[in-house]
């Protein structure tokens, strides 16, 4: 075996996983969420999506800023060992490896899998929708595996095919909308019911599942090629543009059909919008493109999480990196690091079911997996952000002072959001993250005699 990658993706491919990655499943998923969140309430709902993605799009910036200067293997973890130290890329990395990638990953099976059920009018809960789940997680994991190439084509074509639905439902059901009143009706009318402590707060902190994943583009910098101007050219333009269609994608959702019976909607809420504005032959097709965009998502994830265990093995870090840093001749992947990516998603899997799909099994640590890791990747921008004020020496006056204290305060307010929102479930939460954490401590060295 090899230990490194080649130079194989261009800026199409990047912007595609940026774009790829973040569209596809949270925008689907939390769309009636959101509007839950704020009891009904739509200008606080779209100012909760420019929130959430102005969060992304400052925090984006400032990595590509990192981006510029510094390339090495796998993009967030070279930003956070160059700017604070070897020591807290490690941690970085393996929080990365064991929680981040594999948690968000197994979700967005579940995701795909839930709105194929819904497609087909099955239970999204039961042995059908579980069953589906681990078969997606499977299948993005051979096709990232077997030719990462195809995979780089696969998520190209499945970020162009997931900004149809979004576009048509944008520009068509806002002229809906418009025409039988239903867009200033919503807009206009009061709330539907009161709810319990901050809306605008709680209804962020839903957003910010729709928004992440761009952070996963960085995964492929040893892949990249001329990474220093095509990555952070990557993360600049689509995180923009994410923003822009998510909004005009949101308020074409409101012109499609009354507040309130979206928000009873529930799963099929996405599906009773396009069904209203395309009729139901319309609206089914269009939901197949939902599917498709969904796994996109799932294998831009996938792409990432094979690479996790590589990108700490690379630095000859973490448990037994002689085994994880091989790259295979033939395929040019890191497959002993690919394995334990799909083993760690699985693991992730199996935990999101027990604690939010049925009969908890896990007490008090019954969380929403697809929320709190993001929560906590925000706290841990702060410390790079902090060094870049320090080291950005030879940065101009933004770059250097304006960009990181806006990704100082971004992420600040992400994490009280949260804490404002989740409640006890994020003293639960950063108990098992301590323990995940002190576990990388015992494994940091673990079978490093063995390397030649």
Same mark, same amino acid.
């Given at each position: 075996?090899?230990?490194?990658?080649?130079?194989?993706?261009?800026?199409?491919?990047?912007?595609?996983?940026? &774009?790829?990655?973040?569209?596809?499943?949270? &925008?689907?998923?939390?769309?009636?969420?959101?509007?839950?969140?704020?009891?009904?309430?739509?200008?606080?709902?779209?100012?909760?999506?420019?929130?959430?993605?102005?969060?992304?799009?400052?925090?984006?910036?400032?990595?590509?800023?990192?981006?510029?200067?510094?390339?090495?293997?796998?993009?967030?973890?070279?930003?956070?060992?160059?700017?604070? $130290? *070897?020591?807290?890329?490690?941690?970085?990395?393996?929080?990365?490896?064991?929680?981040?990638? @594999?948690?968000?990953?197994?979700?967005?099976?579940?995701?795909?899998?839930?709105?194929?059920?819904?497609?087909?009018?099955?239970?999204?809960?039961?042995?059908?929708?579980?069953?589906?789940?681990?078969?997606?997680?499977?299948?993005?994991?051979?096709?990232?595996?077997?030719?990462?190439?195809?995979?780089?084509?696969?998520?190209?074509?499945?970020?162009?095919?997931?900004?149809?639905?979004?576009?048509?439902?944008?520009? &068509?059901?806002?002229?809906?909308?418009?025409?039988?009143?239903?867009?200033? +009706?919503? =807009?206009?009318?009061?709330?539907?019911?009161?709810?319990?402590?901050?809306?605008?707060?709680? %209804?962020?902190?839903?957003?910010?599942?729709?928004?992440?994943?761009?952070?996963?583009?960085?995964?492929?910098?040893?892949?990249?090629?001329?990474?220093?101007?095509?990555?952070?050219?990557?993360?600049?333009?689509?995180?923009?543009?994410?923003?822009?269609?998510?909004?005009?994608?949101?308020? $074409?959702?409101? $012109?499609?059909?009354?507040?309130?019976?979206?928000?009873? !909607?529930?799963?099929?809420?996405?599906?009773?919008?396009? *069904?209203?504005?395309?009729?139901?032959?319309?609206?089914?097709?269009?939901?197949?493109?939902?599917?498709?965009?969904?796994?996109?998502?799932?294998? !831009?994830?996938?792409?990432?999480?094979?690479?996790?265990?590589?990108?700490?093995?690379?630095?000859? +870090? $973490? @448990?037994?990196?002689?085994?994880?840093?091989?790259?295979?001749?033939?395929?040019?992947?890191?497959?002993?690091?690919?394995?334990? !990516?799909?083993?760690?998603?699985?693991?992730?899997?199996?935990?999101?079911?027990?604690?939010?799909?049925?009969?908890?099994?896990?007490?008090?640590?019954?969380?929403?997996?697809?929320?709190?890791?993001?929560?906590?990747?925000?706290?841990?921008?702060?410390?790079?952000?902090?060094?870049?004020?320090?080291?950005?020496?030879? #940065?101009?006056? =933004?770059?250097?002072?304006?960009?990181?204290? #806006?990704?100082?305060? %971004?992420?600040?307010?992400?994490?009280?959001?949260?804490?404002?929102?989740?409640?006890?479930?994020?003293?639960?939460?950063?108990?098992?993250?301590?323990?995940?954490?002190?576990?990388?401590?015992?494994?940091?060295?673990? !079978?490093?005699?063995?390397? +030649?």
């Amino acid at each position: 075996m090899n230990q490194e990658l080649e130079k194989k993706y261009g800026l199409l491919t990047a912007i595609a996983m940026v &774009v790829g990655i973040v569209i596809g499943s949270g &925008v689907f998923f939390k769309a009636e969420k959101v509007l839950v969140a704020t009891g009904g309430n739509l200008p606080q709902g779209i100012l909760a999506w420019f929130l959430g993605g102005l969060v992304m799009v400052i925090c984006a910036y400032n990595f590509a800023v990192l981006a510029t200067r510094h390339e090495k293997v796998s993009g967030i973890v070279d930003y956070a060992e160059m700017m604070v $130290g *070897s020591k807290y890329g490690y941690f970085f990395a393996w929080f990365m490896a064991t929680i981040y990638f @594999p948690a968000m990953t197994s979700v967005l099976a579940w995701v795909s899998a839930r709105y194929f059920c819904v497609l087909l009018g099955w239970d999204i809960v039961g042995p059908q929708a579980m069953t589906i789940a681990g078969l997606f997680l499977v299948c993005s994991y051979v096709l990232n595996a077997i030719s990462p190439r195809l995979a780089g084509k696969f998520q190209v074509t499945t970020t162009v095919i997931k900004l149809i639905p979004l576009a048509l439902m944008a520009v &068509v059901g806002t002229f809906f909308g418009l025409k039988n009143g239903i867009l200033l +009706e919503n =807009f206009n009318s009061d709330v539907i019911y009161e709810v319990q402590g901050n809306p605008l707060f709680t %209804a962020v902190v839903g957003t910010s599942f729709a928004y992440e994943g761009w952070i996963c583009a960085t995964s492929i910098n040893a892949e990249l090629k001329d990474a220093k101007r095509n990555l952070p050219l990557a993360l600049v333009i689509g995180t923009i543009f994410i923003v822009f269609v998510y909004m005009l994608y949101y308020v $074409g959702l409101a $012109g499609a059909v009354e507040n309130s019976v979206m928000m009873e !909607g529930g799963e099929a809420g996405a599906k009773i919008a396009f *069904s209203t504005v395309f009729t139901k032959a319309g609206g089914t097709l269009l939901f197949v493109f939902v599917v498709i965009s969904c796994l996109g998502t799932l294998n !831009g994830l996938m792409l990432a999480c094979t690479r996790a265990f590589y990108a700490m093995a690379a630095r000859n +870090e $973490g @448990p037994m990196p002689h085994i994880f840093k091989g790259v295979d001749k033939v395929t040019n992947m890191p497959t002993n690091s690919s394995a334990m !990516g799909v083993l760690m998603a699985s693991i992730w899997l199996t935990y999101f079911y027990g604690a939010n799909l049925t009969a908890p099994w896990f007490g008090p640590f019954c969380f929403d997996s697809s929320e709190l890791p993001i929560i906590t990747i925000y706290a841990m921008y702060i410390p790079i952000f902090f060094m870049q004020l320090k080291k950005g020496t030879d #940065l101009g006056g =933004f770059n250097r002072y304006v960009a990181p204290v #806006l990704g100082v305060l %971004a992420s600040i307010f992400m994490v009280i959001a949260a804490i404002v929102s989740l409640g006890k479930a994020i003293i639960y939460y950063l108990i098992l993250f301590a323990i995940v954490m002190l576990l990388g401590v015992l494994l940091k060295n673990y !079978g490093h005699e063995k390397v +030649e």
